[in-house]
């Protein structure tokens, strides 16, 4: 995870790089830009820290994704590092506001260190400390890389970020990674902020529903472009207008016909002209929404 302070040259160490699973090298190629969309839209999850610097900077992210009608950016820190370059990217550069956290992975392994506490005061003075931290997240449950011996940290943690949010009154971003019903259940014994969003929304239309009854924004990242992924269209087609946001959660989860290359915020035109042929919708009035959406989620302005 990067450590680097964010500067024009960017973060100097890449996470995505170090999370590869396979013994090959993704294809780096950068995609060719998109066209632009008729209307401004935000990404409202990317993780400009952890993409690699010789991908693509933080000058140049921000300057491609603004050229395609993505001028605005929220940043996500979802470890101590992260976090602490979030709120100073956040502060450094216009475009971006930023959100704070541990990851639901990253908890359990604080508490095994003895460290959790800590580290949850950190996350609670950087939420605080600059009036661009527009979150708290992502939090949330990850029932996929941790095990049994590591979720009552993992949810303890849940609980308290979501506490965090209210007394600072902060969005909630929850990562839920198989895990609906138990955040779900976390979300209905601890209660939810007045603002949450379900990021890079991955269930059903059942499970979509149940999120929006509880007052949620639900976003969709490059994911609902996967052929795979008719259950998540499912979910977008009965999202109502007023509910629906955008993401990259890049450098992962990059669109169709990319995937498997780096993400990065300037293909977020991919994902919202996917959205609006899913919805039948005017692909201007859908970017007007996801913009005013954005801002009723996380706060302006920018």
Not at 56 to 63: E, L
Not at 135 to 156: H, K, N, P, S, Y
Not at 240 to 259: G, K, M, N, S
Request: charged fraction near 25%; aromatic fraction near 4%.
């Amino acid at each position: 995870m990067s450590t680097a302070e964010p500067a024009g040259a960017g973060p100097t160490r890449s996470r995505a790089a170090t999370q590869e699973t396979s013994g090959a090298r993704r294809d780096r190629q950068r995609p060719p830009a998109p066209e632009p969309l008729p209307h401004p839209v935000v990404d409202n999850h990317c993780h400009l820290d952890i993409a690699d610097g010789d991908w693509i900077s933080i000058d140049d992210a921000v300057a491609a994704a603004a050229a395609v009608g993505v001028p605005r950016i929220v940043q996500i820190g979802c470890d101590l590092p992260g976090a602490r370059w979030a709120v100073a990217a956040a502060a450094e550069h216009a475009a971006l506001v930023a959100g704070v956290a541990l990851h639901p992975n990253e908890a359990p392994v604080l508490a095994a260190a003895g460290r959790l506490e800590d580290a949850l005061a950190e996350i609670e003075r950087l939420a605080g400390a600059h009036d661009k931290v527009r979150a708290v997240g992502e939090t949330g449950l990850d029932r996929f890389r941790t095990g049994e011996e590591g979720r009552a940290a993992q949810e303890e943690s849940f609980r308290r970020h979501i506490d965090l949010a209210k007394r600072l009154d902060k969005t909630l971003v929850i990562h839920d990674r198989d895990a609906h019903d138990d955040v779900l259940r976390v979300l209905d014994e601890e209660g939810a902020p007045q603002r949450w969003v379900m990021h890079c929304f991955s269930g059903d239309d059942a499970f979509a529903r149940q999120c929006l009854d509880r007052g949620a924004h639900l976003s969709f990242a490059g994911t609902v472009t996967f052929k795979n992924a008719a259950s998540l269209r499912n979910a977008l087609a009965v999202t109502p207008r007023d509910r629906i946001l955008v993401e990259t959660d890049a450098p992962f989860l990059t669109p169709t016909p990319y995937r498997g290359r780096p993400n990065a915020s300037y293909l977020v035109p991919l994902t919202v002209r996917a959205m609006a042929e899913v919805l039948h919708a005017d692909l201007e009035e859908l970017c007007r929404a996801i913009d005013a959406n954005t801002e009723a989620a996380f706060g302006g302005p920018w």
